[in-house]
């Protein structure tokens, strides 16, 4: 499994920031060389001034919501169903000069609504489930599809949180490592020791145990402190969650993973290179789907004086709920759930002020 959804970000943003500054830049009087040329003729009389044109985007105000999903490694394998495996929530409050991004635990309990077009006839079970019961398509077993299926997701995720998106993306994990090294690797400071579960120090994948029940043979492991992530090891360490923390701290790690990537698009100016954003765009082919919203265009426009120290991360703790030994899934806590209704308020300085132990540390 892996979470990585959060690439939609530097996508939309970063990518798109690209065909802003074409726009802009195309639209942008032509200068000639050299002084002006004189005449003796009479002055022609002006033309009239034209009203300036808005740039992309100007009617975007915020407050945004953007859903982001990261879809499980399964889903090469025919007929089978997408699950939300990772589900993160881009909220940019109005002036859209900050962002605040969290996750939803994929085994959160919720209410899932009925969704005619698939057939589902709703009930309450584990968020990630949402997007494999919306992707069925009725008469065709062996063709779900993922878009479907972020219909009954965002839905879902919209009843839990009380918050309307207004865009959103659907990503699986193909090509997230041909992406990282096309931008030449990640730097991330690991805040705890991380076993694969998946991987050997190699890179190649080990060996399901005999049996069953886990793998064996050499593990990669990322020890805490300053790294240098190549593709395979940045979406090896985000899939881990089978760790201390378990998938809040893969939640973390994630969230983590983004800042570090958008602060690299950033930092390196990416969007003003052409050429390597052709190459980023072409790393991710059919592996991001934009699941509607705004033109991408006036999105990234509106977006655009966001920096990745504006992007605050925040983790919503939970635990787990059931009857005895039977684990039904999770659930957060009083604080984790408080977040929502003052992040919709426009209180959410205000509540991670009160509760900073839910501000995660870079």
Request: without cysteine.
């Amino acid at each position: 499994m892996w979470g990585l959804a959060a690439l939609a970000v530097v996508v939309l943003v970063g990518v798109a920031a690209l065909v802003v500054t074409r726009v802009v830049r195309d639209d942008e009087p032509r200068r000639t060389a050299g002084p002006a040329a004189t005449t003796t003729g009479p002055t022609p009389t002006p033309s009239p001034t034209p009203s300036p044109t808005p740039p992309p985007g100007a009617s975007i105000t915020g407050p945004l919501n953007l859903l982001l999903v990261g879809v499980d490694t399964r889903v090469s394998v025919p007929g089978w169903e997408p699950h939300g495996d990772a589900v993160l929530i881009l909220h940019v409050p109005a002036g859209l000069d900050r962002a605040y991004l969290f996750s939803l635990p994929r085994d959160l309990v919720v209410d899932i609504p009925k969704f005619p077009k698939s057939g589902y006839r709703g009930g309450r079970t584990k968020l990630t489930h949402a997007m494999s019961y919306g992707s069925r398509v009725p008469g065709k077993p062996k063709n779900p599809s993922a878009a479907q299926g972020y219909e009954l997701l965002r839905s879902t995720v919209s009843g839990y949180t009380g918050l309307r998106f207004d865009a959103g993306a659907v990503v699986t994990f193909n090509g997230f490592d041909r992406l990282v090294d096309t931008l030449g690797g990640v730097d991330l400071y690991v805040d705890q020791r991380v076993p694969s579960l998946h991987r050997r120090p190699d890179g190649r994948y080990r060996e399901p145990a005999p049996g069953g029940g886990g793998y064996t043979g050499p593990q990669m492991v990322y020890e805490k402190g300053e790294r240098h992530l190549n593709g395979w090891q940045a979406l090896d360490y985000a899939r881990q969650r089978y760790i201390a923390g378990g998938d809040y701290a893969r939640q973390r790690h994630q969230q983590q993973l983004l800042r570090a990537l958008a602060a690299k698009i950033l930092n390196e100016n990416l969007a003003r290179q052409p050429d390597r954003v052709e190459q980023v765009v072409s790393a991710l082919g059919d592996t991001l789907v934009y699941a509607g919203g705004p033109r991408i265009v006036d999105l990234a426009y509106a977006l655009g004086g966001l920096s990745a120290d504006r992007i605050t991360l925040v983790g919503l703790p939970g635990d787990g709920v059931g009857k005895g030994s039977s684990y039904r899934g999770e659930q957060l806590t009083g604080v984790g759930k408080g977040f929502l209704p003052a992040l919709k308020a426009g209180d959410a300085e205000e509540y991670l002020d009160a509760h900073p132990e839910l501000r995660v540390k870079n």
